[in-house]
Nanobody
Framework: VQLQASGGGLVEAGGSLRLSCAASGRTFSSYDMAWFRQAPGKEREFVAAIRWNDGSTYYADSVKGRFTISRDNAKNTVYLQMNSLKPEDTAVYYC????????????????WGQGTQVTVSS
């Protein structure tokens, strides 16, 4: 599975962005998908995950109620809708594919996209 993240950019605090992660490979629909982020000088952190079969979702407390993860298996794409953005959401966002829903550690995922920069100005 190859992953390509896009949709990042510069937005003011309170604004919204939607990230996309396009996957290649016939087995995309059988993978749980997740978004992680890494801010400068900080470790990579889990953001959200979605299960491959029933669309169950799981979020980090820091984004719960503001971010929504979704997927379209027909389009081999997973999305991250980000609302009410805060300056502390500034980071490079990565999508990942794995086999363990609710996994929050990076090493639990098998495939990674290249990352897309999100910058939120105050």
């Amino acid at each position: 599975v190859q992953l390509q993240a896009s949709g990042g950019g510069l937005v003011e605090a309170g604004g919204s962005l939607r990230l996309s992660c396009a996957a290649s490979g016939r087995t995309f629909s059988s993978y749980d998908m997740a978004w992680f982020r890494q801010a400068p000088g900080k470790e990579r952190e889990f953001v959200a995950a979605i299960r491959w079969n029933d669309g169950s979702t799981y979020y980090a407390d820091s984004v719960k109620g503001r971010f929504t993860i979704s997927r379209d298996n027909a389009k081999n794409t997973v999305y991250l809708q980000m609302n009410s953005l805060k300056p502390e959401d500034t980071a490079v966002y990565y999508c990942a594919a794995g086999r363990h829903f609710q996994a929050t550690r990076g090493y639990e995922y098998d495939y990674w996209g290249q990352g897309t920069q999100v910058t939120v100005s105050s």
